[in-house]
């Protein structure tokens, strides 16, 4: 199985949930996830915390993967 182009597109959104990190945590205030409700000082994309969008970016994948097939 080819997993390259999944990389790519996750690198890709990995970097641009980097740059929102930086400007939550500059704020530096603390937030609830929308995901699971945890409060945080570090919220990403969608309003997620780090676990929440880990489980985003692992279905990401597997649509990603079945868009490829
Ligand atoms: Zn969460």
Redesign the pocket.
Known sequence: MDFSGSKMQLLTVTEFNEQEAELTRAQSKQLN??????Q?PNLFQYD??????NQTFKRLIKVIDSIRK
Not at 33 to 38: A, F, N, R
Not at 48 to 53: I, K, Q, T, V, Y
Request: glycine fraction near 16%.
């Open positions: 996830c929308k995901g699971c409700g945890k945080t997620l915390c780090r676990d929440c969008l």
